[in-house]
């Protein structure tokens, strides 16, 4: 487990970067009730930039003031026949939040991805989290694979990052200063809150 560090997210504006494609015909992801998310539902390009690529999960986003229970995450890959992979075994780890900065290790299972499938990774159910970090960490791998699906859609503040050495973490910026998101989500339980109860806070939401 590494130490809590106190990281600083650097915002960059960048161009099309190395280690990110457009993917002409988007794969379509949609959302599940139970499900956090910051993508959009539709994914647009493909990205194995950085060792390590995660997302941001701040639950004020969904139902302010609220807390919920990490139960699982959902990542979705893409293996292009011209960036092929040299493993399909990835690190899947769940880390508290630290200053916008993943704090604390609290999961970590070895995962093997899939082409174009939600996989999952099963949580320690009773974590329970304001905020926290869910994790794609490439260290078995030699080129940052498993490549992971992305959309195309800007939003208001930067929740997709990715870094080479866990210490510096930038937003996954393609074009323009506002980042778009990774196929990571989280699904989460809200208390005793019945299903009727969470599909009225999904609509009101958008999750």
């Not at 015909?25 to 390590?52: A, E, N, R």
């Not at 293996?79 to 939040?97: N, V």
């Not at 940052?144 to 937003?171: I, Q």
């Amino acid at each position: 487990m590494r130490n809590s560090i106190p990281v600083m997210l650097i915002c960059m504006t960048v161009s099309l970067a190395s280690g990110s494609i457009y993917l002409e015909s988007p794969v379509y992801c949609g959302s599940k009730w139970g499900m956090l998310q910051y993508d959009d539902g539709s994914s647009h390009w493909l990205t194995w930039k950085g060792v390590y690529r995660g997302v941001w999960f701040v639950t004020d986003d969904f139902l302010p003031g609220s807390w919920f229970n990490a139960d699982y995450s959902e990542y979705w890959f893409y293996h292009h026949s011209e960036y092929p992979w040299d493993t399909s075994d990835f690190y899947a780890e769940l880390w508290t939040d630290d200053s916008c900065s993943p704090g604390m290790l609290i999961d970590r299972d070895i995962v093997v991805a899939s082409h174009n499938t939600a996989i999952l990774s099963d949580h320690d159910p009773d974590y329970w989290f304001e905020q926290c970090w869910s994790i794609v960490n490439t260290e078995l791998s030699e080129g940052g694979w498993p490549s992971l699906l992305g959309d195309n859609t800007p939003n208001t503040a930067d929740h997709s990052f990715y870094s080479d050495d866990f210490e510096v973490w930038l937003p996954w910026i393609k074009t323009g200063s506002i980042a778009s998101d990774y196929f990571i989500m989280l699904w989460a339980g809200f208390g005793s809150l019945e299903a009727e109860t969470w599909g009225g806070i999904k609509g009101l939401y958008r999750l």
